[in-house]
């Protein structure tokens, strides 16, 4: 299949996919929707304390790289976890231009090495953020009672509606540990319903440049 790097509208990239019209972030800004679905929406309820991450959907590593960049900033110690059915290569992964756009050119090392780093092996990318990457399909996803916080950030649904039904929040449910969030850049109405069925609480909250809403989940 066909992937082009393409320029998001706040100059960052992302990879697209022409014969299923569909990219890896939002066309309306790459870092933009990462800041504003991840980190403001979700990681800034955790200040002051360790937190366990889950991400839905490795893909190219902005989000765990911005997350990198967040603990760094405010000293948080931070363990996250990375699954991905299908890795990106590492030459499109240089292709990238999110160490610019995030004048992040002390950080170029830690960037690479989350992606050169071995897959289902901790490694400690500084003293306070260590990354284990999991080569994963979601649904065989078995860990209870885990993660503090899931970025869930799978391909939209009306691409892969599997990946949003209630059977998958349910394994996110279980893997979550009690009051932790799932926060996501998607707003639909199956996708609700199906975090509604599987025990979240949920709220719409507003979403990322050039979307309307989003979602966060809560397991009380």
């Known amino acids: ?8 509208k706040d ?14 972030h939002s066309k309306n800004g790459a870092i933009q929707e990462a800041k504003h679905v991840f980190i403001q929406t979700g990681l800034s309820l955790f200040k002051d304390k360790e937190v366990t991450i889950m991400e839905i959907g490795f893909g190219t590593g902005l989000n765990a790289f911005i997350t990198f960049l967040e603990s760094k900033l405010v000293n948080q110690k931070i363990n996250y976890v990375g699954v991905e059915a299908y890795p990106v290569d590492l030459k499109e992964i240089e292709m990238l231009n999110y160490i610019e756009e995030l004048n992040a050119n002390s950080d170029e090392l830690v960037f690479n090495s989350m992606h050169t780093s071995k897959w289902e092996e901790k490694f400690e990318v500084s003293s306070i953020f260590n990354l284990t990457k999991r080569k994963q399909f979601f649904q065989d996803i078995k860990d209870i009672d885990t993660f503090d916080l899931v970025y869930f950030d799978a391909f939209g649904f009306a691409l892969q509606p599997e990946l949003w039904s209630e059977e998958i929040f349910q394994t996110m449910y279980k893997a979550m540990k009690n009051n932790s969030i799932l926060v996501t850049y998607a707003c639909r109405t199956p996708i609700r319903k199906a975090m509604l069925t599987a025990g979240f609480k949920v709220e719409k909250l507003p979403g990322a ?3 309307r809403e989003m979602l966060r989940a809560t397991k009380n």
């Open 1 to 8: 299949m066909k992937r082009e790097i393409i320029k998001t």
């Open 209 to 211: 440049p050039g979307k």
């Open 11 to 24: 100059g960052s990239h992302t990879i697209f996919m022409p014969e299923w019209n569909e990219s890896y």
